[in-house]
């Protein structure tokens, strides 16, 4: 079945700093993926639409200077944390619809810990 | 999309069927439910959708009354690898895909 990768699994950096994560889909192209964030004990919160070849799409709230979206090909969206802090820690999830447009498959999630 | 309420949490016994109700009672024609679940730590994992008639596959029943306004999602034998947070979505299945999580139901399924 359809895969979606993340890298990395989990990353701890320094208040201040940038952190780049991964979404790769593995075995089929996505002109479209979404980037997800979820804190201790709450629901997942769409954060932006990535698209391939254009502008991300960011949901109301979302900063869009410091969380950079890059869509570069068909199978890659970065998800940017510029400047990170503390406050940003949280666990990020992307996830890519396979073509069909009734199921969605997610990647296995980012916990980024900001010290 | 609509909205949709969950209970926050319920129990199963293992081997036990388990029942996960949800209400979406301003559901419009056009919209579909769907069900995600997300083990503890992980990403979220399609189970099923339907839109007005009865489903199943090899995971889960999803049984959607007459009138629309409320769904069940049965795991026939539940085991403990079915402990998990259970989201109920609905949304129109040719939007931009964009799903938007509720709180879901924790399922616990006890040995």
């Known amino acids: 079945g359809a895969v979606v990768s993340q890298h990395p699994s989990w990353v701890i950096c320094k208040s201040g700093t940038s952190v780049k994560i991964e979404c790769r889909s593995l075995d089929f192209q996505a002109t479209t993926m979404f980037w997800y964030r979820q804190f201790p004990k709450q629901s997942l919160m769409l954060m932006a639409t990535s698209n391939e070849g254009s502008k991300a799409t960011y949901e109301q709230g979302v900063e869009k200077d410091k969380f950079l979206i890059n869509h570069a090909s068909l199978t890659l969206s970065t998800l940017t944390v510029t400047s990170a802090h503390p406050e940003d820690s949280s666990f990020y999830i992307c996830?890519?619809?396979?073509?069909?447009?009734?199921?969605?498959?997610f990647g296995p999630g980012t916990r980024l810990t900001v010290t | 999309d609509a909205k949709t309420t969950q209970p926050t949490s319920m129990d199963c016994a293992e081997g036990r069927a388990a029942n996960l109700p949800c209400n979406h009672s301003t559901i419009s024609g056009n919209e579909y439910v769907y069900w995600y679940r997300q083990i503890h730590s992980q990403g979220p994992q399609y189970i099923i959708h339907g839109l007005k008639n009865n489903e199943t596959n090899e995971m889960a029943s999803l049984i959607i009354t007459e009138d629309r306004k409320s769904s069940t999602l049965i795991l026939p034998h539940a085991t403990l690898r079915d402990t998990a947070v259970y989201y109920c979505i609905v949304r129109v299945s040719s939007n931009t895909g964009k799903l938007i999580f509720g709180q879901g139901t924790t399922l616990q399924v006890k040995p």
């Open positions: 996830s890519a619809p396979p073509g069909t447009a009734y199921e969605q498959y």
